[in-house]
C-alpha cells in the first residue's frame, strides 16, 4: 500500500514534469562548439511513458489506503492538485480515459504510474 501511495506522489510530479515540458519554447539553435563537449552528466532515468490508463474510486480502496491517500493530498496542497490536473488535461490519452467514464480531471485526486506505464488516477466524486 504504501507503495502505491509512493507512486502516486511521484506521478504527480512525472506528470506536472510532462506538463511544463510541453509549456516549454523550443530551443534556439545554437552555434557549433568548437572543442569537443564535456562528457554529459549521468541523466535521470525516463519516465515511462503511459501504456494504460486505470481509474479508481476511493472509496473502492482498503480504508488504510484511503486514509493514506487523504493525508497525502493534504501534504501536496491545492497547488500541486491543481499541477496534477493540468497535467492530465494536457495529456490526451490521460484526458480521453477520463471522458469514457464520464469524468474530468477535477475529480481526480491523485495518480500512480508503474514502472510498466501502468496510470492510475484516483478520483473522488463531488460530495
Known sequence: MRKTIFFAAAASLALA???????????????????????????????????????????????????????????????GLQTLRKSIDATPKVKSALEAKGMSSAQVIAASLQPNGALTLITKKAS
Do not use: Y
Open 17 to 79: 514534469g510532462a506538463a511544463s515540458a510541453q509549456q516549454q519554447p523550443a530551443p534556439q539553435p545554437s552555434p557549433a562548439p568548437t572543442a569537443p563537449a564535456p562528457a554529459a552528466p549521468k541523466a535521470q532515468p525516463a519516465v515511462p511513458s503511459i501504456q494504460s490508463v486505470s481509474i479508481v474510486d476511493i472509496t473502492e480502496l482498503p480504508k488504510d489506503t484511503q486514509t493514506q491517500v487523504n493525508q497525502i493530498v493534504a501534504q501536496r496542497g491545492d497547488a
